[in-house]
């Protein structure tokens, strides 16, 4: 079973940047998505960010497009969040996920903005 956990969040204030990041353990050989979920006060847990194995197929929630980055490091067995020019509507909390079947989620993590 993959496990997941997530750090980097926190409290800013609306159009600075925060960094999330996701430690992946699993048993040797699988291969798979990784990517960000999130929850807003009040709504449904929704996809932010989804990376494939190699990289070649990214994408993004329409709501982060030219704001947010996604990527992996294979090696180091970790995917990363890189969130810029936060805006207030951001605030959630943030999952990390694993495309395994069936997927996966870390415990999540609070990410904060105010305006």
């Known amino acids: 079973q993959v496990q997941l956990v997530e750090s980097g969040g926190g409290s800013v204030q609306a159009g600075e940047s925060l960094r999330l990041s996701c430690a992946v353990s699993?048993?040797?050989?699988?291969?798979?998505?990784l990517g960000w979920y999130r929850r807003a006060p009040g709504k449904e847990r929704e996809v932010v960010a989804i990376?494939?194995?190699?990289?070649?197929?990214?994408i993004y929630a329409d709501s982060v497009k030219g704001r947010f980055t996604v990527s992996r490091d294979n090696t180091k067995k970790t995917v990363t969040l890189q969130m810029n020019r936060l805006k207030a509507e951001d605030t959630a909390i943030y999952y990390c996920?694993?495309?395994?079947?069936?997927?996966?989620w870390g415990p999540g993590i609070q990410v904060t903005v105010s305006s």
């Open positions: 996920y694993a495309g395994t079947q069936p997927g996966a």
């Open positions: 990376i494939s194995w190699t990289g070649d197929r990214i």
């Open positions: 699993d048993r040797p050989g699988r291969v798979y998505d």
